[in-house]
């Protein structure tokens, strides 16, 4: 779901972009009270996790493929604040280096990928956090919803963007119906691939796992 350059016009690109800007400054901020020593490596290496798993596709169907986002995953290990900047990071990378999404689109890339995927990860995964029972699977099986939704619901924020400053080439309910299903079909390799590595985490290092030891707070006093 990268935005190549000029699929959606230059104003609604530079409103998105300072939109971004500012999510990422409050990001920096949250994160230098949500990290410890221990876990500020550990944003590192989910960042550098994220960038490689997403080198890998996986089939949806009708010759599409799609890859990790990484959003949940990042959530659910080291916290909202450092997902964030751990999936920025990613997306800065993917631009520069290999062309993976525009650099006039960058902003749009951050918002829907970090900052909505993200957050929309985190507020799911709190709120079945304090439905679900106290133990470990409860983790897992947070995590996969989390990620099972996130992804079409950053989707949408595409079809919100598009809307606003897309070409007309494309009719927005069709955008909308190729978008959302296709990121459905994403969301469960996604889902999948997350609640395995959040499985995997809690059976040998719990301690680092900011989904399990963190006290649930809503995203304003995060």
Do not use: C
């Not at 972009?17 to 901020?29: E, I, N």
């Not at 997306?91 to 520069?96: E, G, K, P, Y």
């Not at 949408?156 to 955008?175: H, K, M, N, R, T």
């Not at 796992?209 to 006290?215: E, N, R, S």
Request: net charge neutral.
């Amino acid at each position: 779901m990268h935005i190549p350059d000029g699929f959606i016009d230059a104003p609604t690109s530079a409103i998105f972009g300072a939109a971004s800007v500012a999510g990422v400054a409050v990001s920096l901020r949250g994160a230098r009270k949500q990290l410890d020593e221990r876990a500020a490596p550990l944003a590192g290496l989910v960042a550098v996790f994220i960038f490689a798993v997403q080198m890998i596709n996986f089939p949806v169907g009708a010759g599409t493929s799609g890859h990790l986002m990484g959003g949940a995953l990042a959530m659910v290990l080291v916290g909202p604040h450092a997902a964030v900047l751990a999936v920025t990071v990613v997306l800065i990378v993917q631009a520069l280096m290999f062309a993976d999404g525009g650099l006039s689109a960058l902003g749009l890339n951050v918002f829907n990928l970090a900052l909505v995927g993200v957050w929309s990860a985190y507020v799911l995964y709190g709120l079945l956090r304090l439905i679900l029972p106290k133990v470990r699977s409860s983790v897992v099986v947070g995590s996969f919803v989390a990620a099972l939704v996130s992804v079409p619901v950053a989707a949408v924020g595409f079809v919100g963007q598009y809307a606003i400053g897309g070409s007309e080439v494309f009719g927005l309910g069709a955008v909308f119906s190729a978008m959302f299903g296709t990121h459905v079909l994403i969301g469960i390799g996604e889902a999948f691939i997350t609640a395995l590595t959040v499985s995997s985490l809690l059976s040998s290092r719990q301690d680092l796992v900011f989904g399990w030891k963190a006290p649930l707070r809503s995203p304003v006093e995060v």
